[in-house]
């Protein structure tokens, strides 16, 4: 079993739909939990970060970690056609420096 | 404020070569990790660097290795390049000590094994 699981798409949705992305996770040890978004041929760009369990909400982004279920949710309101683009879940432990990465989702928004 | 540099942009070489890639930290930041991003999949963590040494590895072989240079830049190295190295070279930099494990990502080195 691999430590992050993420169902790699594609996803394909109308535009100014909510979109949900999420992954799972096997390692209990993992604290710090984030979401990267990846466009083609760029590196990642950290979008969001929670540590430990709840929710966080920046503008159009919520993000979701159930640590009980081990389980994190990505949620987008309003999708626009420029959020067209890979999305990884990424997580690391405390006091540990590498980050653990899904395969990452891709995202079609259509206009 | 200059973000993460990385460089070559892109790189062809052919089996059993050595190749060198390069990364500038963001402005402030003291530590470099690399990570290797094959096609359709996440980044894998390769090493960290601290302090010019190697802090952290993760599963890849000795002929990956690294430096880290007093001004916090550092050089990705790999040897007798295989076909499976063929990849989207990936540097991060971050601050150690920061609150949580926060690292910003340069564009990458797109290297091709022929």
């Known amino acids: 079993q691999k430590e992050v699981e993420q169902d790699p798409g594609p996803l394909s949705v109308p535009e100014g739909a909510i979109v949900s992305l999420n992954c799972t996770y096997s390692?209990?040890?993992?604290?710090?939990f984030m979401w990267y978004r990846q466009y083609s041929r760029k590196g990642p760009e950290l979008l969001m970060y929670?540590?430990?369990?709840g929710n966080k909400e920046d503008g159009r982004f919520t993000a979701q970690v159930d640590k009980s279920s081990k389980y994190i949710s990505l949620f987008i309101r309003d999708s626009q056609p420029s959020d067209s683009a890979t999305y990884l879940c990424?997580?690391?432990?405390?006091?540990?420096?590498?980050?653990?990465f899904g395969k990452g989702t891709r995202l079609h928004i259509l206009p | 404020d200059a973000g993460v540099t990385q460089s070559p942009t892109h790189l062809i070489k052919t089996r059993g070569q050595q190749v060198t890639l390069r990364c500038s930290p963001k402005?402030?930041?003291?530590?470099v990790s690399w990570y290797q991003q094959a096609l359709g999949q996440g980044p894998q963590f390769i090493f960290q660097?601290?302090?010019?040494?190697?802090?952290q590895r993760g599963n890849f072989p000795d002929r990956f290795s690294g430096h880290q240079f007093p001004n916090y830049s550092s050089e990705l190295n790999v040897n007798a390049l295989l076909l499976g190295d063929s990849a989207l070279y990936l540097c991060?930099?971050?601050?150690?000590?920061?609150?949580?494990?926060?690292?910003?990502f340069g564009p990458g080195t797109r290297l091709t094994v022929l």
């Open positions: 991060a930099s971050s601050l150690a000590g920061s609150s949580y494990n926060e690292q910003f």
């Open positions: 390692n209990s040890a993992f604290q710090y």
């Open positions: 929670t540590y430990s369990s």
């Open positions: 990424a997580m690391s432990a405390i006091r540990d420096d590498k980050i653990i």
């Open positions: 402005s402030g930041h003291d530590t």
């Open positions: 660097y601290y302090e010019e040494e190697e802090r």
